[in-house]
């Protein structure tokens, strides 16, 4: 397993732009989640996928965020209008087959600085 | 809504303390509890996990552990080293849920 990756890794914008990341999770797995981590905080659940069925979605993911996973491989999070609030590290995990038992893998993030 | 507190938010120890960390949920009825390593800027490693029909998990100089009834976990780390030094999350995923829900981590430095 190669890991879960994510691009880029850290991303400066100005407000009202447009950004786009993207998780390549490990082979075959699944289930991929995104969450959103700010200074001092835990990790806040943002969205989910089961292979390309995004099945869950958090209130946290307002109108100008946006998440596919096509294929049910890779996904994309968009974040559309950028605010300086959306400034935070946003995470993918990955994690295999359709039981609740396995473990969840963590990439290394994408920081996204919005000034 | 299911919620996890970890408690100390901070801890500072002295290279060889044995140290607990601990972790409490609201709602007893979970699936699993899963324990994560953080180091500044970086992902979430995962440490150990612990199904709900476990008492404990160990690896290494790690030993977790759970009360479901009671709704907490610890997380016990022997001989502790520099290396440690990290935040440590806890995560619990709710009965009927695929999705974990986080703690706000214990931030760890243990020095030399």
């Known amino acids: 397993d190669t890991g879960v990756s994510q691009d880029p890794r850290h991303k400066i914008t100005k407000r009202g732009q447009n950004v786009t990341f993207r998780c390549d999770p490990i082979s075959e797995h699944n289930r991929l989640y995104w969450y959103r981590q700010t200074l001092g905080q835990g990790p806040e659940f943002l969205t989910y996928?089961?292979?390309?069925?995004?099945?869950?979605k958090s209130r946290l993911l307002s109108d100008r965020f946006s998440a596919e996973r096509p294929k049910g491989s890779f996904s994309t999070l968009e974040i559309q209008r950028t605010e300086q609030g959306d400034s935070a590290m946003y995470l993918c995990?990955?994690?295999?087959?359709?039981?609740?038992?396995?473990?969840?893998?963590f990439g290394e993030g994408s920081w996204l600085t919005v000034v | 809504k299911q919620e996890v507190t970890q408690i100390p938010a901070a801890l500072s120890v002295p290279e060889g303390e044995n140290l607990v960390l601990n972790c409490s949920f609201t709602?007893?009825?979970?699936?699993?509890l899963q324990w994560f390593r953080q180091d500044p800027g970086k992902g979430l490693t995962s440490l150990l996990l612990i199904q709900s029909s476990q008492r404990e998990q160990t690896s290494g100089r790690l030993n977790a552990s759970l009360d479901k009834s009671s709704g907490r976990s610890t997380l016990y780390i022997a001989a502790s080293q520099p290396g440690d030094s990290a935040t440590y999350l806890c995560?619990?995923?709710?009965?009927?849920?695929?999705?974990?829900?986080f703690g706000r981590g214990t931030s760890l430095i243990v020095h030399p």
């Open positions: 995560a619990v995923l709710p009965g009927g849920s695929y999705i974990p829900t």
């Open positions: 709602d007893s009825a979970i699936y699993n």
């Open positions: 996928f089961q292979n390309e069925a995004q099945l869950e």
């Open positions: 995990a990955s994690s295999p087959g359709s039981q609740r038992r396995n473990t969840i893998y």
